[in-house]
């Protein structure tokens, strides 16, 4: 099984600031990441896919970068409603696994 | 819209059974896997299970082989999930998520609380 790590567990910052989270697979996916968004009380929302391309609603304040092991999503500059948890997910292998999340918080 | 809407969910003893459904809409059901997501309270997002578009393939975590059963009606554009023998551990919020590229979840449903418990 393929363990996503995430890093930091918690980012403390103030809207207008550039976020940076990390994920490192325990493996190599090749580019077969990818990550969520999720605010409380609602479902997981695709974010990236294949470990840079944007999903349909989302800015382009969100990239993502990375391949093999180590991935990054970045968030240019903060807004409001960007404070949230985010989950990265691999597809390489069965079982599919998630990280356990960096939670974005307002400073 | 794409919509995916699940139901069944609520509190059975240990070793119980429950059924889940999603119903699907908005979107060429039949054409599409679709997949079983749990988030047990305080522990991290787990694929339960998968089935391919036409039914004829399904996939499970070792955690519930044997224990659960994936199905789907594209007649009706509904995903199922049968859970037999449920343990304490199977107490979650679960999702169905159609699969983009086959294993990208979008969209999720707003998901159904499964509580084992005696």
């Known amino acids: 099984e393929i363990v996503l790590t995430q890093s930091p567990a918690t980012l403390s910052l103030s809207p207008g600031e550039r976020a940076t989270l990390s994920c490192r697979a325990s493996?190599?996916?090749?580019?077969?990441l990818a990550w969520y968004q999720q605010k409380p009380g609602q479902a997981p929302r695709l974010l990236i896919y294949?470990?840079?391309n944007r999903a349909t609603g989302f800015p382009a304040r969100f990239s993502g970068s990375g391949s093999g092991t180590d991935f990054t999503l970045t968030i240019s500059s903060l807004e409001p409603e960007d404070f949230a948890v985010y989950y990265c997910?691999?597809?390489?292998?069965?079982?599919?696994?998630f990280g356990p999340g960096t939670k974005v918080d307002i400073k | 819209e794409v919509q995916l809407v699940e139901s069944g969910g609520g509190l059975v003893q240990p070793g119980g059974s429950l059924r889940l459904s999603c119903a699907a809409s908005?979107?060429?059901?039949?054409?599409?896997?679709m997949h079983w997501v749990r988030h047990a309270p305080g522990k991290g997002l787990v694929c339960v299970s998968r089935?391919?578009?036409?039914?004829?393939?399904?996939t499970y975590a070792d955690s519930v082989k044997g224990r659960f059963t994936i199905s789907r009606d594209n007649a009706k554009n509904t995903l199922y999930l049968q859970m037999n023998s449920l343990r304490d551990e199977d107490t979650a919020v679960y999702y169905c998520?159609?699969?983009?590229?086959?294993?990208?979840?979008?969209?999720w449903g707003q998901g159904t609380l499964v509580t084992v418990s005696s």
């Open positions: 998520a159609r699969g983009v590229s086959i294993n990208w979840f979008d969209p």
């Open positions: 908005g979107f060429t059901f039949s054409s599409y896997w």
């Open positions: 089935i391919s578009s036409d039914g004829s393939s399904t």
């Open positions: 493996q190599s996916v090749s580019s077969y």
């Open positions: 294949d470990a840079s």
């Open positions: 997910q691999q597809r390489s292998s069965w079982p599919l696994t």
